[in-house]
């Protein structure tokens, strides 16, 4: 390519970027144009729980014995955390 022509394509870019910006931070002036929605927001007092240990593994299993391992289940956020129901898999 030409050199004029690679400038020429530079410069239309950076333009159409420069473009895209403006019109994504402009504000609407139009009253009846829909509003933006607000950003998110986590609550100030919610729960969060943190499962270290999310799968174990017993190795080979005998028929007839009993098989028990306690997955430990920390609550992390300042609210309570209600644990409704456990379903294995």
Known sequence: MYRPMR???LALGLWLC?????????PST?????????????????????VPETAYDFGGMSE???????????????????IKKVLPG
């Open 7 to 9: 400038f020429l394509l």
């Open 18 to 26: 420069a473009a895209c910006a403006w019109a994504v931070d402009s």
């Open 30 to 50: 139009d009253p009846g144009a829909p509003q933006q929605p607000a950003p998110f927001s986590v609550p100030q007092s919610a729960p969060a729980v943190v």
């Open 64 to 82: 007839g014995k009993d098989y028990v391992h306690d997955f430990k289940i920390k609550n992390t956020g300042t609210a309570e955390l209600n």
